[in-house]
């Protein structure tokens, strides 16, 4: 099975659809000396889209997607900073692909995604709640559990004290406790503030089995010819 990674940075999302039996293709636009996926390609990951159409649509099983968050987040309304929506170009892409896909961003995206289900880190035993939101297209994705927030959020740049839960954004304190919170040994801190936890990926992808179970294919040598 195939699965793309779209803005996969360096491989959150890539690590969970490894870990569901995917191999995983990923695309950015910036160089990623640090991704662990099967491949990478270095490209505009629209742009790579609908050059291998032809080819996503005979083997590939799952696209995951998460466009640049900036436009939507807290520091970009208090940086005030322009930057494009790319959301709706990306659901329009993904639609005519034909293949069953999923769209992830932060919170404050919701107005511009349709109908998505939160995932949040305390469902899946991490000390960080890191609520993303996943968009769906062919397919339905069931929300986990979602354990009420008891537990203080450690403020920003600060260390996480016991029974605080941490907030893994910025110049972050406490590197090498996100790696093993988040189960990324591999990621920078630049890494792990942008990620999203392969746990959540992994949930996604055995959500989509379950229901589909695509027939295994392999990576052809010239798909990004």
Same mark, same amino acid.
């Given at each position: 099975?195939?699965?793309?990674?779209?803005?996969?940075? #360096?491989?959150?999302?890539?690590?969970?659809? /490894?870990?569901?039996?995917? $191999?995983?293709?990923?695309?950015?636009?910036?160089?990623?000396? $640090?991704?662990?996926?099967?491949?990478?390609? /270095?490209?505009?990951?629209?742009?790579?889209?609908?050059?291998?159409?032809?080819?996503?649509?005979?083997?590939?099983? +799952?696209?995951?997607?998460?466009?640049?968050?900036?436009?939507?987040?807290?520091?970009?309304?208090?940086?005030?900073?322009?930057?494009?929506?790319?959301?709706?170009?990306?659901?329009?892409?993904?639609?005519?692909?034909?293949?069953?896909?999923?769209?992830?961003?932060?919170?404050?995206?919701?107005?511009?995604?349709?109908?998505?289900?939160?995932?949040?880190?305390?469902? +899946?035993?991490?000390?960080?709640?890191?609520? $993303?939101? +996943?968009?769906?297209?062919?397919?339905?994705?069931?929300?986990?559990?979602?354990?009420?927030?008891?537990?203080?959020?450690?403020?920003?740049?600060?260390?996480?004290?016991?029974?605080? +839960?941490?907030?893994?954004?910025?110049?972050?304190?406490?590197?090498?406790?996100?790696?093993?919170?988040? #189960?990324?040994?591999?990621?920078?801190?630049?890494?792990?503030?942008?990620?999203?936890?392969?746990?959540?990926?992994?949930?996604?992808?055995?959500?989509?089995?379950?229901?589909?179970?695509?027939?295994?294919?392999?990576?052809?040598?010239?798909?990004?010819?």
């Amino acid at each position: 099975m195939i699965a793309l990674d779209l803005f996969c940075c #360096q491989g959150g999302a890539t690590r969970g659809y /490894q870990q569901a039996g995917y $191999r995983v293709v990923g695309i950015d636009i910036e160089d990623q000396p $640090r991704y662990i996926g099967d491949e990478f390609w /270095q490209a505009d990951a629209l742009a790579w889209v609908d050059q291998h159409m032809d080819w996503i649509r005979a083997e590939v099983s +799952f696209i995951h997607a998460s466009p640049p968050c900036q436009r939507y987040s807290r520091a970009q309304k208090i940086q005030q900073r322009e930057h494009p929506d790319l959301i709706p170009p990306t659901r329009d892409l993904l639609n005519a692909t034909g293949v069953p896909w999923v769209i992830e961003n932060v919170e404050e995206a919701r107005p511009e995604l349709r109908d998505p289900v939160l995932l949040c880190g305390a469902s +899946f035993g991490m000390t960080t709640y890191r609520h $993303r939101l +996943f968009e769906t297209g062919g397919w339905t994705l069931t929300a986990p559990s979602h354990p009420p927030h008891t537990a203080p959020l450690t403020k920003m740049g600060r260390p996480r004290r016991p029974g605080d +839960f941490a907030h893994y954004v910025g110049n972050f304190s406490g590197v090498d406790e996100a790696r093993a919170d988040m #189960q990324m040994p591999w990621a920078s801190r630049d890494g792990l503030r942008e990620c999203i936890p392969p746990a959540y990926a992994r949930y996604v992808a055995e959500q989509h089995l379950a229901g589909h179970g695509p027939a295994p294919a392999a990576i052809p040598a010239a798909c990004g010819a």
